[in-house]
């Protein structure tokens, strides 16, 4: 049993740290080494490590879009890309977007039980949805390690996160629901003269998508992701439900865009009607990689980056990965 899938466990995800089940004790003696239960994020990288080395082929992630991250980055740092492992997620983390899309289904005891049994029947791969993860890299770092996660956002959602992480809104609200307050927040900023003009003139930025699309100027709102569904229903991206599974879908909202209102109010609800579609102020597509130049920092699934000193980064994809769902 013990050779069957590895858990990376977060004791101190929201989640697990008000669980007072036998749900950890349990794992961790039916696991033995293969319970991965890091002190730092330094450790996380050698345990992933070792679980390359002995060819480990799934790996349950029990935490929140920061832990599923770190795996990921882990794993693409170790992991041969036609070789790569498959991946449940338990959502036991303040941020749980990627677990809405490609999430197992079930968390604490019932879904060790249900890991046990597909693992003893060999069909851990019976039942998976195929995402590929999203890369950043700073190609003029050589210091700096790529990092993968799964949704990316720059200029106000930057701005939007960083309101969502203050203590009168993240300890009050799941954080979905944290970023959903934090935008409309935003948005009643926009009805002061001064916050209007800072927020609406955006940040500058240069996007290369693809080998013909480029983008230029102010931008109000960048975002971008390797997830085929976001809570809520909102999908503020122009593709359908036959999207690629190997691309970056991305919205592009230029500083200062014409009728932002009733555009929020559109995409908040998954709708992108031909009036917003053939905007030019809004840009959306799907493309295998984005070359990026701003000033300003990015988010990748919560966490706050930094574009380094020449303000280029890279977004590209992984090969596809296999998501397990019970």
């Known amino acids: 049993m013990t050779g069957c899938f590895a858990l990376v466990y977060n004791p101190r995800s929201r989640r697990n740290m008000s669980d007072t089940s036998a749900y950890a004790p349990t794992a961790r003696a039916l696991l033995g080494s293969n319970f991965i239960d890091p002190a730092d994020r330094s450790r996380l990288d050698a345990h ?30 170790h992991y041969a890309p036609d070789r790569l492992p498959a991946i449940a997620v338990l959502p036991s983390g303040n941020t749980n977007l990627i677990a ?5 289904g079930l968390r604490g005891t019932k879904a060790l039980e249900r890991l ?19 890369v950043v890299q700073w190609p003029d ?12 956002g ?16 993240l300890n009050n609200y799941s954080h979905e629901m944290a970023v959903i ?17 800072e927020w609406m003139q955006g940040d500058p930025m240069t996007i290369l998508a693809g080998a ?15 997830l085929q569904r976001l809570p809520y229903r909102i999908w503020p991206f122009w593709t359908g439900q036959d999207m690629r599974d190997d691309t970056i879908n991305f919205l592009y909202v230029t500083g200062r865009p014409s009728q932002l209102a009733a555009a929020a109010w559109a995409l908040l609800r998954g709708r992108q009607p031909a ?52």
């Open 154 to 169: 720059a200029a106000a959602f930057t701005r939007g996160i960083e309101l969502a992480h203050q203590p009168a809104i």
């Open 141 to 152: 770092s050589e210091d700096r390690p790529p990092v993968v996660g799964m949704f990316h």
């Open 275 to 326: 009036w917003l579609r053939h905007n030019p102020d809004y840009s959306s597509g799907c493309e295998e990689q984005i070359e990026m130049h701003l000033n300003s920092d990015f988010v990748l699934d919560g966490e706050v980056f930094s574009p380094g000193a020449t303000g280029r980064i890279i977004l590209s994809a992984t090969a596809p990965i296999d998501f397990i769902h019970a």
């Open 116 to 134: 046990q049994q597909l693992a003893v029947s060999n069909r851990l791969r019976r039942n998976v949805r195929r995402r590929c993860g999203l």
């Open 212 to 226: 013909q699309t480029r983008l230029e100027g102010n931008c109000f709102l960048f975002l971008s992701t390797t």
């Open 48 to 77: 992933i490590a070792d679980l390359a080395s002995r060819n480990m082929d799934c790996i349950v992630i029990d935490g929140g879009d920061g832990t599923v991250s770190d795996v990921l980055s882990a794993v693409h740092r």
């Open 100 to 104: 809405g899309d490609v999430g197992f």
């Open 181 to 197: 307050v934090s935008f409309l927040s935003s948005v009643g900023r926009l009805l002061t003269r001064r916050s209007r003009q």
